[in-house]
Nanobody, 126 residues
Framework: QVQLVESGGGLVQAGDSLRLSCAASGPTFSSRAMAWFRQGPGLEREFVAYINWSGTNTYFADSVKGRFTISRDSTKNTVYLQMNSLKPEDTAVYYC???????????????????WGQGTQVTVSS
């Protein structure tokens, strides 16, 4: 069983940076792909970023490419989402997700992830 706890959200101004953390418990963290999703007010949950089990491959939604980075530290069982040049449209609840297996077929599909955190709110004011 994998449990995920996000932290690091908050209220910032446009152009600021934030780093979200996702602390995972469970012995299989290092063998699972991880991702971040977000859900803005009145919107569907959407994919933000993906990192494979070894940290060697990452993918990003077009809307955040060049501004966000994702990384993982297996010694700390933690995944990070560094968010730079934040925009008001980045306002959302951000969720960390762990894949059901080591590999995923479609990294942007929520169905590939069997474990979710409770979410952390990010609000970007203009």
């Amino acid at each position: 069983q994998v449990q995920l706890v996000e932290s690091g959200g908050g209220l910032v101004q446009a152009g600021d940076s934030l780093r979200l953390s996702c602390a995972a418990s469970g012995p299989t963290f290092s063998s699972r792909a991880m991702a971040w999703f977000r859900q803005g007010p009145g919107l569907e949950r959407e994919f933000v970023a993906y990192i494979n089990w070894s940290g060697t491959n990452t993918y990003f939604a077009d809307s955040v490419k060049g501004r966000f980075t994702i990384s993982r530290d297996s010694t700390k069982n933690t995944v990070y989402l560094q968010m730079n040049s934040l925009k008001p449209e980045d306002t959302a609840v951000y969720y960390c997700a762990a894949a059901r297996a080591m590999y995923v077929g479609q990294f942007g599909a929520a169905r590939e992830y069997g474990y979710w955190g409770q979410g952390t709110q990010v609000t970007v004011s203009s």
